[in-house]
């Protein structure tokens, strides 16, 4: 975990440098790469269920990975729009979808934490 942590916070930064930047090519090959993560990550839970105590978990990473697939999805909406004002509506959304998975990593983390497996 503490490997996927690192590759979401490089990322997340790379994402953020090109937004900053209003570099929507950056934007999009950003967001495309969290969309790897995300496809290979499912792929990763699909192929290991989770033994009885962490099913919870198993379930909230995959709420995770859908929030965090569909943040990128909406940054490669707003990286179509041409930037500016004409986009402003689009990175709204993206905005809004980041937060959200930001609230879904949180809720994995305590998921996570309060996860006990007797043996």
């Known amino acids: 975990m503490a490997d996927d942590r690192s590759t979401v ?3 997340n930064r790379v994402l953020e440098a090109g937004a900053r ?7 999009r090959r950003a967001s495309v790469d969290i969309l790897d993560f995300v496809d290979a990550e499912r792929d990763w839970l699909r192929e290991h269920p989770p033994a009885a105590c962490y099913t919870d978990a198993h379930v ?4 995770m990975l859908d929030a965090y697939g569909t943040a990128a999805d909406r940054f490669v909406d707003w ?7 004409a986009g402003l509506g689009a990175f709204g959304k993206a905005i809004a979808a980041a937060q959200d998975a930001e609230a879904a990593a949180a809720a994995f983390g305590a998921v996570l934490e309060a996860t006990t497996c007797r043996t």
Do not use: F
Not at 60 to 63: E, L
């Open 9 to 11: 916070d490089e990322l």
């Open 60 to 63: 909230s990473a995959r709420a």
């Open 79 to 85: 990286s179509a729009t041409g930037g500016g004002l």
């Open 21 to 27: 930047a209003q570099d929507l090519g950056a934007v």
